[in-house]
């Protein structure tokens, strides 16, 4: 009698949630069920019910392909493509020296991958110019959580404590659209009429602070900073701090709450649209669920909204101050949190894909971290580049006198996802070399001089780590095509040509051995974690995890219990005021564009775009318009309109809807060519992190005739 088929437990290729799976394999595809955990319940939202269908795309890469001489991109041997890119990133290193070759990563990849990533930049091609799309994603709550609270990790709790709080401040995300199975957790702030959303637009999200739930307040896109110094001032002013806990466990309260004295809320009202009225509530409701006031608790959290913007930095430490003022950070049931995007957003930062940093979150200027990774990686630290451009930046020089001749491109779609995303296609085009690997054709592979087919998700052995911090198996279920490969083999085989130092593991199980070796002693410090024990846990564990010599550490659900890891184990206020975005809207461009998602596709459509279910579902591009804005250019609803900005223009069709405010256009960014927002969004950056302003710039709407 035949067996029945096993189910591989596993976790969904998208977002950070990474929701519980069973991956069945009947007749040769896979099947994916829900399976229960703690963050998702057993629930899995479209995208993830329907995630199987991408690893039987029509155009699933299946064989290496090199551009010809013709221009035409045409299939080759594994070892024609690999001999090709050693050879030419060799000639490129021998005449404009190594940090002439540059390597962009992605927060989908997993620990192993990032891991890996780090270090073939570092020490197979000596290059100091690697950054990855996380860039875009979390810099500005990781740098701010980073001088606030002395760390970094999205969720210093697990996402099920969200659940008993009476309030939560949520500014800036769409998760009921991002990660629907989240929403569960809000249940408790609902009941109590205490969830607060900030974002412009009334989003799904937002409507779920509807009829009695709670609040959505709705400024003017790129005023979240006065909104929060605006709750700071009311906090402080009518006297809702834990003034014990702000003596204990901080320090800098006076400077915020001089700052804040100058945000009165009238004034908050005339620059932001929030009345003073709903400023005042929800102060209170937060307050009133403080622990300090026998509240359940509360919860400031932040999403990409607030977070990608030339303040951004200074935005999340706003959000951060107001939750220190309320003595939220660091005890149970009540906190600060950054809801990560990406599938491995959180662990594809802490493995040494940034520019600045090494694996275990270690700082690449700081001699002690660099001897304790070469030690790992078996080198001279001396070998180890510095510190490279951030992603915008590196972007910007491709192909420029002094910048980067060639690019290797592992996990993201730059022409679709990086802003004023024509100008980086100009720039991917500068190079000599363009070198992607991927699973189907996207729009930068499209574009790659030798574009390498790698495995995917159910296809592999992996380790991801999710929004809250909590490390999790990837598992595989199925035999991938006979072309593909890993990208581990990838790297292993270009070390090998590159005549590279050190040992290059291909074995996921290996290599996450030796990622715990390099994040001993460090911030996010995995060591005492293994795939053999990840296996043994299925609900898995969150860092830090340190190696022991007896029984095995717990694991850190819940950070800052007992102190910060700053200098004086305080959290500190970091103040900034405000100077607005970087492009204000005027005569000549008198619309805010803000951009987002829909439930149907992930992040630049390569992968959700090919689904049958979720191109039907969400099958264009669109531009929400208010029904003033529309009547004043005439547009109706199902019109093509064009808008644009200082950078280019998007055509999408008109959604006439009163979810936008009059002054501003909503556009989801996950289509290319013409339809893509991100032609339009602005790339100027954050000082402090690096972020693009992806989030609110100044447009022109028109409505386009077709006749
Ligand atoms: Fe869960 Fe996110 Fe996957 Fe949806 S996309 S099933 S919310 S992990």
Known sequence: ???????????????????????????????????????????????????????????????????????????????????????RLKEIRDTHGPDAVAVFGGGGL???????????????????????????????????????????RGLPF????????????????????????????????????????????????????????????????????????????????????????????????????????????????????VSEVQLRAAAHHLAAASPSRGGSGAYVLTGRGVEQSSQGTATVGAAINLALALGLVGRVGSGYGAITGQGNGQGGREHGQKSDQLPGYRMIDDPAARAHVADVWGVDPAIIPGKGRPAVELLDSLGREGGPRALLVHGANLRVSAPNARHVTDRLDALDLLVVCD??????????????????????????????GRILRRRKAIEPPAGARSELWVWSELASRLGAPGVWEIDAALVFDELARASAGGRADYSGLS???????????????????????????????????????????????????????????????????????????????????????????????????????????????????????????ARVTDAVRPDTVFMPFHWAGVGSANRVTNDVTDPVSGMPEFKVCAVTVARLDLA
């Open 439 to 468: 699973v189907v054709p996207s729009e930068t592979a499209q574009r790659a001089d030798v574009v390498l087919p790698v495995l995917q998700w159910a296809e592999e052995e992996g380790t991801m780590t999710s929004l809250e």
């Open 1 to 87: 009698m035949a067996r029945p088929p096993q189910a591989v437990a596993s976790h969904c290729p998208y977002c950070a949630l990474q929701c519980a799976q069973s991956l069945t394999l009947c007749s040769g595809t896979v099947e994916v069920a829900g399976r229960d955990f703690p963050t998702n319940r057993g629930g899995l939202c479209q995208k993830g019910w329907t995630s199987a269908a991408v690893l039987r795309a029509p155009d699933r890469l299946t064989t290496p392909l090199v551009r010809g001489r013709s221009g035409e991109i045409e299939p080759t041997s594994w070892d024609a493509a690999l001999d090709l890119i050693a050879m």
């Open 531 to 653: 795939h053999a024990r990840l296996d043994a846990e299925d609900a898995a564990v969150h860092w830090p995890c340190p190696a022991t010599d007896g029984v095995p550490h717990p694991g850190t659900p819940r950070l800052f219990l007992d102190d910060f890891p700053t200098p004086d184990g305080r959290a500190r206020f970091v103040v900034a005021d405000d100077v607005g975005p970087a492009e204000a809207t005027g005569p000549d461009a008198p619309t805010h564009l803000v951009t987002g998602r829909v439930l149907q596709h992930y992040q630049s459509g390569a992968q959700t775009r090919r689904v049958a279910e979720l191109a039907g579902a969400s099958p264009e591009p669109f531009v929400e318009v208010h029904p003033v804005l529309a009547d004043r250019h005439g547009i109706e609803p199902g019109d093509l309109v064009e808008v644009t900005s200082a950078r280019g223009s998007a055509r999408a069709i």
């Open 110 to 152: 997993t620990n192993e991958k990032a891991y890996q990533l780090g270090k073939f930049a570092r020490i197979a091609l000596g290059t100091a110019n690697i950054d990855y799309n996380g860039r875009f994603c979390m810099s500005s709550a990781v740098a701010a959580m980073n001088r606030s609270l002395g760390v970094d």
């Open 158 to 273: 697990p996402l099920t404590d969200l659940g008993g709080a009476d309030a939560i401040l949520l500014l800036g995300s769409n998760l009921a659209e991002t990660m629907p199975p989240a929403v569960a957790h809000l249940a408790g702030a609902r009941a109590a009429g205490g969830l607060i959303v900030v974002d412009p637009r009334a989003s799904a999200t937002a409507r779920l602070a509807d009829d009695g739930a709670g609040l959505h307040l709705q400024p003017v896109p790129g005023t979240d900073l006065p909104v929060l110094l605006g709750l700071l001032h009311v906090v402080f002013a009518e006297g809702l701090t834990d003034a014990a806990y702000v003596a204990q466990r901080t320090t800098g309260a006076e400077d915020a709450r001089r700052l804040a004295a100058s945000w009165w809320p009238a004034r908050v009202e005339a620059v932001t649209g």
